[in-house]
């Protein structure tokens, strides 16, 4: 029963963490500021420099009228480029759309040589071959991308993507290559434009590919066994000289495709700051996305426990409950008890500047063992209301509850009227002294989040603000946190 308990607790406070409502507004903003861009920036030129190679250029040839030599004819082949090092690179966004420079890249090449020639000094055609390594310096590229929203979905189209190489240094192996050095050189604008070309095409080609990564991202993922999120984007990216910001739908709805009633207001966020400016990202939740969540939840009767089990095993028989109700004691002397506990109508939750508060409403029948058999003998409506935080380490999610007031009344027994006063101070005694602390425990212990390819949240904030739950932080490596 704890670990059910548990379980609703996690899902009410961190649903954020983890979304079928049809809506058109956006219930989770996401901003990237250009820490967090860089960041984006240097992973994909990480994955660049390993994925564009090895990458083979076309065979090149060239004939050449040389005096005294007479007519040669030049082949390079098997041309590969075997390593890229990005030393430099700038990510820039506007109005108009995102651009990505690289400049001083360097770029290793190896390839096969081949010369024949005929003369007249001889009868015969003279020929020689070897290997060569390239060295390709200044290697600059540039490409401008948009990004939009289409069906929900994000679009990322290339507008102009170039490669220009500023110096190459050819150096012959095999052969009498000494002697063909000053002939090769001539090589090096054909070299330079093959690069060029074939780095650009390779660019083009790996754009469209996470162009259509992109396209077929979900509409909607499951959350639990029974809710899914509907993760569509809303309207078009917002990007500024600092950051691009992203709205996702965010509500959450039952898995078997009911449709909820969509009574959610329209959000408008406060602007929100993070503590420190250079955060990589910051995650906006509306409580409206909470809301969602619990609403699935209650609909599909999922917020209701069996109290068998508690640290206290003696408040789970009539023996400790005999100077509170007498009448039960005296019917059912010395027999087990269960708490059938269940929430009577949706949670009332509300965001505020320093926390999350609750109103939940519950039904408490107490059911008594006899002979195997379990009787129903009172039902008492409670009221609790309930303030909660958040605090994320690393990539840990831990929080905390805190009871602020409570009240109870009878709905109906068959054992006779109850002394609600004394009900009252009991079960806010146990309530604070027992089961919260026991929750709160849990929820120390917190709940571990995803690590996405190595990359976990690092120096992570969370903000309450009217109606928002903000969470501010960087990412950074398992073994970079380890430094720290």
């Not at 250009?34 to 076309?58: H, Q, R, V, W, Y």
């Not at 108009?96 to 770029?107: M, Q």
């Not at 109103?359 to 009221?383: G, H, K, Q, R, Y």
């Not at 089961?435 to 929820?443: A, D, E, F, G, H």
Request: with cysteine.
């Amino acid at each position: 029963m704890a670990r059910s308990i548990l379980a609703f607790v996690l899902l009410f406070l961190f649903t954020f963490s983890c979304n079928r409502v049809q809506s058109e507004e956006g219930y989770i903003g996401a901003e990237i500021s250009n820490a967090g861009l860089d960041f984006i920036k240097n992973l994909l030129i990480e994955k660049a420099e390993s994925s564009l190679i090895p990458l083979e250029l076309p065979r090149i040839e060239k004939f050449v009228k040389i005096p005294i030599l007479g007519n040669v004819e030049a082949v390079l082949s098997n041309i590969t480029i075997e390593r890229i090092h990005v030393t430099n690179s700038t990510l820039r966004t506007g109005d108009t759309g995102i651009v990505i420079d690289v400049s001083g890249a360097l770029a290793n090449l190896t390839m096969n040589w081949k010369y024949l020639y005929t003369t007249w000094l001889l009868p015969i055609s003279v020929s020689d071959q070897g290997t060569a390594t390239v060295q390709v310096e200044g290697l600059e590229v540039g490409l401008s991308l948009s990004l939009k929203t289409t069906q929900g979905s994000p679009k990322l189209s290339l507008l102009d993507c170039g490669c220009y190489v500023n110096d190459v240094s050819i150096h012959l192996d095999g052969g009498s290559s000494w002697f063909y050095q000053g002939l090769v050189d001539a090589f090096e604008d054909k070299i330079s434009s093959a690069v060029e070309d074939a780095v650009s095409n390779k660019i083009k080609d790996a754009v469209a590919k996470l162009e259509s990564l992109l396209l077929s991202l979900p509409k909607e993922i499951p959350i639990t066994d029974i809710a899914i999120m509907n993760v569509t984007f809303i309207d078009d990216p917002v990007l500024s000289e600092s950051s691009v910001e992203l709205k996702i739908n965010g509500l959450v709805s039952s898995k078997d495709g009911v449709k909820l009633l969509n009574h959610y207001r329209r959000p408008s966020q406060d602007t929100v700051s993070c503590r420190q400016e250079d955060k990589m990202a910051k995650i906006s939740l509306h409580e409206d996305a909470v809301k969602s969540a619990s609403s699935v939840y209650f609909e599909a009767g999922k917020m209701h426990w069996m109290v068998d089990k508690l640290p206290d095993q003696s408040l789970l028989n009539t023996a400790e409950w005999r100077f509170i109700i007498p009448r039960l004691y005296k019917k059912y002397p010395n027999h087990d008890m269960n708490l059938n506990i269940s929430i009577s109508s949706l949670p009332i939750l509300k965001v505020g500047e320093q926390n999350i508060k609750a109103t939940v409403p519950l039904n408490l029948v107490i059911d008594v063992l006899d002979a195997e058999e379990l009787i129903p003998v009172a039902c008492i409506s409670m009221m609790i209301d309930i303030s909660a935080v958040a605090e994320i380490s690393r990539n840990i999610v831990s929080g905390n509850i805190k009871l602020n007031n409570f009240s109870l009344s009878l709905e109906w027994s068959n054992i006779g009227e109850l002394h609600m006063h004394l009900i009252q101070t009991f079960m806010s005694s146990m309530l604070r002294s027992v089961v919260l602390p026991y929750i709160n425990l849990k929820l120390r212990e917190g709940y571990v989040l995803p690590v996405f390819h190595g990359y976990e949240l690092q120096d992570t904030q969370i903000l309450y603000t009217d109606s928002w739950i903000v969470i501010c932080s960087d990412v950074g490596t398992a073994e970079q946190l380890n430094l720290m």
